[in-house]
């Protein structure tokens, strides 16, 4: 049976905020470029895929999937849609104080979006924890996959990269078209990285200007990384691991 | 093959924008509270299965769906979430301004909350027609229906009434619980209606307060209005209506 | 003795607020172009002539008129004055937040400015309810003239056609140049009406686009019906029958 | 003839705009308590009447009054109303907006209500000045009388005291009630006066605290200074100053 | 010892904030030209100083400076820094609502930059005494001086004209370039003038167009009045009479 | 010489910008409780001396600190002072947007305040690069001293720990009191850590609840880590470490 509250009569949804503990999953993507290979909803299908994973195993409460972040970047394609995070910001705020008045106490956001995503939801998060009184934590695979990516040989967190495209070829296949995957290795920078498991020291992340975007966009089609090193196999333990860090995630404030 | 954008490349995705000669649907819908027998995401379903079915048929760009709406006065049933309008707003034009900037020039937005999203959208579609060049529309299935539901045998527009349920019967009947269904008849009010197809002296429309949204809740589970009239025949035909009717607005605006 | 607000000492109006049962009337309008023959507050002069004429009968309190409306699309001819529409929202809210600190608990707006305005009153109404606690309605004259507008003859609401130019005729015969009045006969339009009596399949109503009505202007003035067909004693029965319903609005306020 | 743009057709308003050579007077006043004796509407019926009085002289275009000002202070008795500072600075910048777009280039503010609504009449100007690149003025009755009110032995600037009090005696005696007026001499305080024409050492003004208006509500019935001395006959000679004021500063507009 | 918040752990600004008794200083300045002589920074340099000399006689707590401020007009000449006028109201708002939870009740906010940063310096105060209860003053040197400057054989006040550079002079000698000083003698205006000295009529301050600033900014660096008349004694007598009179209305406040 | 702006005449600015190559550093910190033994200033003190030491080397442009921060969860302590972070946003793009008017195209913001700053600061930063085509880049201490901490032997990143006491100890011993300060090691949590150089899977950083915060204030006066390991030679080799990092990164910017 379904988790997500939008198949669900209301009486129905009481009855399953009963059984969620108050524990509500909020995925959150983006509509952007993802290189030759990988559809503009990708991050999207990410947090959809993590959450209904992890609901199964934990009867959170599914709510209906923000399919569009914050992208100015990514504008450089076709495709791309982008909304001011402080709409953003708003939007969540909305769907989470709803979920308080009906017994929703505790959400974790899913970012399908990684690193820029994020930026908004913090603010989201402490506002809904400050004025709501419900507690939110913001679950992002670049974040939560530390600890196995290495293992996997994958390279860097990037764009449409082999951690994405394996993902998706696992979950999505259908979607994805491998055979027009283009590589960008990730050449290091200077004091610079975008990865979360980076270990030097380095400047904190901006999205990139546009003039910046339209460069890179021209190498490889918007990917940076390198896709042709996906592998399904890996796609699924990637996976695994996710939803199993998001089932303890989940649990922990169920017990809370 | 599917005409939803977050399923496409940006390659596809730019080809899609060629095909659909400049025209977006943008189905937008709520999560409220329908009764005793319809899932809270009706409104969204509604604008979905319309946007695909004209899109099969035009080669219209579908956008991820926007799945929730305005309604503040349907928070007296749980899983309800609303939207302050002025983010809806925000969020569609960022939405429609991202679109424009790939080749799309016209977009119809399909309402399936009727009556109360259509306020914001107003705002939302002369905003983006203003400042962005663009022409917008909204389509309602409400006021798209004048012609068809008096003939079908239907009563007024309410809420989760014979109308929408005999609509989720043909497209959704796994999500329709009709057994469950309680009537509510609509008593006339003198110089009041929602229905845009009254013909008499009415104030305007203004979302009910809480309190008395809360006296009607109670009544019948949140229905306005006679679902256990329904018919699934009916509704194929109520369908039809729309897809046609939506039909004739996508091609006009592909011809202009 | 006059019933307007600003006319009264705090000690009168203390004493009119008793008087009027708790209910207010705000008279919006428009100072937009209205054609060669009709003056550009013929919007605001409709409003602040019914709500002088009820509260005359009724007693309810005349709130000082906001003369001015939402008019983007008719900034195409001088005089026109347009206000973003959430600033009205902001204006009319803090107006009604104002008058319900000194005991009026129900208002009733009257838009003179028909389809246009109602879009903000919604929300502005909408807010006041929830967030006062107050009752609000909104009395259109377009809404409130079905029942009578096809028995006089009348054609379908324009803009400065004969329904206006005839009630302005009747209540403000010196602002009105029916000499310079020039006639442009409405079209019936497929699948579109602005007409709220309209009771065929219809889009709904956005404001024009600047270009379409730069057009629509170089007609006929800026006139959208046919004036010619204007009438004083019509426009006396048709006054007459709005100031009978803003009555019986107002009283039914009354007696909650 | 009128110079009410309200009452013209938009050809009308055409010619008027270009009579007016460019200058436009928009009058703003308040909806506040002024004691026992005086209109809450006095200080826009202040603000109206010098625009008409000088409209006559120079043909500057009138624009339709804004009767509502910022008044939280004086929600200390029935019948204020106040709108917060920020909305009016919006409204009446989309008013000089609108103005600009069809030929008027330089505008007068009159503000009738004297110190309070000078704090966002200046922001809205510069913001005017800045943006639309025109030019604005604000006049208002109490920096316009310094040179008048010493010789006729009114005494400093208060709430409803003689100057007011005189100036409305003369133009609006049927809404003056002289009669019920209290004084309440205004009693010099260290460091601080809201007089612009005080000469020594002083804070700036700041709008009281709800509960210090309060407390001074109950002496006089919101009366500050002495309205007992107030007279008809200095009324005229403070009106003939100011209009006199208001005409000068008109023509050196229109000879820019 | 320091007064200073930012130099104090937390034990001791809660020791501060008890010996203040409840009164604290806000600094605000400005960051913009000043002629050829004083240093952009002087508006908040006078504002701290002032500050800084008051505290150590009272014991108010000194809040770190708010060292923008409002100076659309100076944009004229690099250096200067402007703030839109209602983020600084936001900024300060959110300074004293932050103190105010601390046991801060009162506050003034003494502003370096006279005349322009008053105007949103009122909203803010404002805003706070009504939503925090809280009393606030504005402490503004040109107000605060009158009866001092034209014993000193200053002119009226201008933009680094004497007042200002003699009181630099006096308390940041270092940052003083006298010999590069160049004097503009202050003409009269029929029915304007910006200082609060003023006894005649006069239209309300309105921050100058950028057109009209630049046009002042090429006769004398950016000067307004006579700088050469500059003199460190007065400078002196200058200072102490602010510092008197900021002690003065810092223990009134104390003992209330 | 002082690379601060506000010391420097407008004309000494022009030359300063000139000499900076378009780079100025903006110094951001915090007022914010930091244990029994830091001041409340410390963030911004830690901002401000990196950027004096680095202007020294490299001319870059010195902007008067941003004294306050975001810090909802250190209200707990009195002293603390936060502001919105949206208002922090537009304070620093208007400071960037100025800056920008004379001359600066690069800017690098330096945050004092770590973790919680850097998020309003990425959207600041995002926001001046596409609409005033300026480059901003975010150089944060905790982020720029992951290659030396560990060899220090300091611990992770907390709150007043041992890295900000030691680099405060060095650079202003006169406002630590060692003596005061209390340990409060950092217990590692499961799936989360706030230290940038964590290198195992986490959830993302949210700022504290209020309930959360208080708990952790009262367990060693608002410290986080161990304050006792604190040693002024350390602090100097990550003082220098830093402002190595940060020459590096103005020079880079001063060679584009």
């Given amino acids: 049976m379904s988790h997500w509250l939008q198949t669900k009569s209301w009486e129905e949804a009481a009855e399953a905020i009963k059984e969620s503990k108050g524990v509500a999953i ?27 994973c992890a609901a199964e195993k934990t009867n959170a409460l599914l709510v209906p ?13 076709p495709g791309t849609i982008t909304i001011r995070p402080e709409v953003l910001m708003d939007l969540t705020y909305d769907i989470m104080a709803s979920l308080k008045a009906h017994g929703i106490t505790k959400v974790v ?5 990684r690193i820029v995503n994020i930026i ?26 530390k600890d196995i990516v290495g293992k996997l ?8 990269e082999e951690v994405e495209t394996s993902h998706m070829m696992y979950r999505y296949p259908d979607l994805v078209h491998l055979e027009k995957a283009k590589d960008n290795p990730i050449k290091p920078q200077d004091l610079y990285s975008v990865d ?29 990384g390198e896709p042709s090193k996906s592998d399904v196999e890996k796609g699924k333990v990637y996976h695994d691991h996710l939803v199993e860090r998001l089932v303890t995630v989940v649990r922990r404030l169920q017990e809370k």
């Avoid at 956001?109 to 979006?113: E, R, W």
């Avoid at 040989?153 to 449409?160: K, L, S």
């Fill in 26 to 52: 909020l995925p959150v993507g983006s509509v952007e470029q993802h290189g030759f290979h990988l559809p503009v909803g990708t991050d999207s299908y990410v947090a959809i895929t993590l959450a209904e």
């Fill in 65 to 77: 999937p923000v399919w569009f972040g914050w992208s100015p970047h990514h504008m450089v394609r």
């Fill in 109 to 113: 956001m899913i970012n399908g979006h």
């Fill in 120 to 145: 908004w939801m913090q603010m989201a998060a402490e506002k809904a924890q400050r004025e709501l009184g419900i507690t939110v934590q913001i679950f992002d695979p670049a974040y939560m996959s």
């Fill in 153 to 160: 040989g994958f390279g860097a967190v990037g764009h449409a």
């Fill in 196 to 224: 979360p498991a980076y270990t030097h020291d380095t400047l904190c992340y901006v999205p990139s200007a546009y003039s910046h975007a339209l460069e890179n966009a021209k190498i490889a089609g918007g990917t940076t």
